[in-house]
């Protein structure tokens, strides 16, 4: 049986690739802590808890992408002709559906305790021999929940430009989420301290917005790259442009007449076939194998070609 070729990214992209490696461990030990705390001083906060919640969700993507970095460089063998592509989508796939199965149940606790008017209390604890309101504890352990995913946020987008990797990128929109998530948070927290009971569920339902919203995008986009749709720009639903310039490059070659191309997303790289009406069969096999590795180097993401002649389109 034929294989596919072993996959590993070019050399100007394996030190990206190591350092969101080590951005996702930096995440999983920070969310770690930032879940800890939260837990410590969760209360009857609806908008905590679904903060807490939210931090807990957003272990699923930096985990999953350590994973799958193990698995997707795996050499293909007779089980797997394709290789192991795909384990990233499977990633990105399962994070879209717990995160909008997790945004619904939230987003029915957050309207029912809204609808049946549950007020939320704050309690005071002893700190140093003085009463201190536990929403200020709240609030700083917010804050240090909140800050650093705006941070960490921004340093994954362009690193899972270059690297195609949608799971990364869906992490750094998750990222984005979750200061968002603890501003509201925040509001919430305040509103139960000056007496406004439904700013606390009002916040819940916000950030069970987000999530959902975060949730459906993902979804569906997991779910058309499992049917083979045409490449897309990631975080767009723009074609690749690589794609676009395969086609290009296939119909300058003189001795095509006509030419079609098909192409699909297998994790990180491309897949696809390449339908030609040739004007002549002279020299044809060498022709074909010259095209071939023309367009293999095209673009890094062009990673199995397979080139057919045929009568018609």
């Known amino acids: 049986m034929r294989k596919t070729g072993n996959f590993e990214y070019p050399k100007h992209l394996e030190k990206k690739q190591k350092k969101a490696l080590k951005i996702q461990w930096i995440s999983l030990i920070y969310l770690a802590t930032a879940i800890l705390l939260m837990a410590l001083v969760l209360s009857t906060s609806q908008a905590m808890k679904t903060a807490w919640i939210e931090d807990i969700l957003s272990l699923i993507p930096p985990l999953s992408f350590i994973i799958s970095s193990g698995i997707y460089t795996l050499p293909s063998n007779d089980e797997f002709p394709y290789g192991y592509h795909r384990v990233s989508t499977i990633a990105f ?15 029915a606790d957050s309207v029912i305790k809204l609808v049946r008017v549950e007020h939320a209390t704050i309690s005071s604890v002893m700190i140093g021999g003085k009463m201190v309101w536990l929403g200020w504890i709240m609030i ?41 998530t603890g501003i509201a ?112 180097k095209i673009n890094w993401k062009v990673f199995d070609v397979t080139i057919m002649l045929v009568k018609s389109l």
């Not at 717990?98 to 945004?103: P, Q, S």
């Not at 767009?236 to 095509?256: A, G, H, N, Q, R």
């Open 185 to 296: 948070t925040i509001v919430g927290i305040a509103g139960i301290g000056i007496g406004w009971w439904w700013t606390d569920a009002v916040a819940a339902i916000i950030i069970c917005a987000g999530i959902l919203k975060d949730g459906f995008s993902n979804l569906k986009q997991a779910v058309f790259d499992l049917m083979n749709q045409v490449p897309t720009k990631i975080g767009s639903e723009d074609t690749d442009p690589v794609f676009l310039k395969i086609k290009k490059e296939v119909e300058k070659e003189e001795w095509v007449r006509e030419a079609e191309v098909r192409f699909r997303e297998e994790g990180h790289v491309f897949f696809g076939e390449i339908f030609i009406i040739p004007k002549s069969l002279d020299h044809v096999t060498e022709r074909i194998q010259a095209l071939h590795d023309k367009v293999i």
């Open 140 to 180: 700083i352990v917010m804050i240090y929940s909140t800050v650093p995913t705006m941070i960490l946020g921004r340093m994954k987008q362009p690193i899972a430009r270059e690297l195609a990797e949608k799971n990364l990128f869906t992490d750094a929109m998750m990222n984005r989420a979750n200061w968002m």
């Open 93 to 107: 796939l399962i994070s879209a559906v717990a995160l909008c199965a997790i945004g619904f149940v939230l987003l």
